[in-house]
């Protein structure tokens, strides 16, 4: 378990905890009914629309830990939560199952532009207003996806497959935010 708050390293506990988050979000929206229910008497499916807070929470997750700067508020709050995620994972995995738990940290933070960095800024403040407001988005969701993506985020799999797609995407609606202003 890595005790430096500074740091951003993730073992498989810390990934284990956020998979554990992701499966339980999931499971809980299957046996609720995705938010409305069997749809109709054709047996239908569930509403996958419920899961969209929690997705987009957990991509702002990802992103916050591959970008937000160490000396950045955001960065600070990352980095605490990844530490206290990743040290319960590792104590469950080494004393809940009698596991280990190795690192699995991908080498390389992800950079925004300046415009991705406004951006993800405006990102974070809709998020913070869903979360304060909202009467209708579940607000555990919305933190739990955060949190799972906060401790995701650096694995080499998840680091590898999403931050590409996410830091691109937010650097391109970037440009074009710092494009309409210039």
């Known amino acids: 378990m890595n005790l430096n708050l500074g740091s951003t390293v993730v073992s498989l506990g810390g990934v284990t905890a956020g998979t554990i988050i992701v499966v339980l979000v999931f499971q809980r929206w299957w046996k609720k009914g995705g938010g409305g229910g069997k749809k109709g ?5 569930r509403d996958w629309k419920q899961l969209i807070p929690f997705v987009v929470a957990l991509c702002f997750g990802i992103l916050a830990v591959l970008a937000a700067g160490p000396i950045s508020v955001l960065g600070l709050i990352t980095r605490l939560s990844l530490w206290a995620g990743d040290g319960i994972g590792t104590l469950y995995l080494i004393y809940g199952v009698g596991g280990s738990s190795p ?4 080498s390389a933070p992800v950079i925004l532009t300046p415009g991705g960095y406004a951006v993800y800024a ?3 403040a809709v998020l913070v207003g869903q979360h304060l407001w909202s009467k209708k988005l579940p607000r555990l969701q919305s933190v739990l996806g955060v949190f799972a993506g906060i401790l995701l985020g650096l694995s080499r799999g998840v680091a590898g497959t999403a931050a590409v797609p996410l830091a691109s995407l937010v650097n391109l609606a970037g440009s074009w935010y710092a494009g309409v202003f210039q």
Request: proline share 0%; no cysteine.
């Open 41 to 45: 008497d054709d047996g239908g499916g």
């Open 122 to 124: 405006i990102w974070s």
């Open 103 to 106: 690192g699995v940290t991908r």
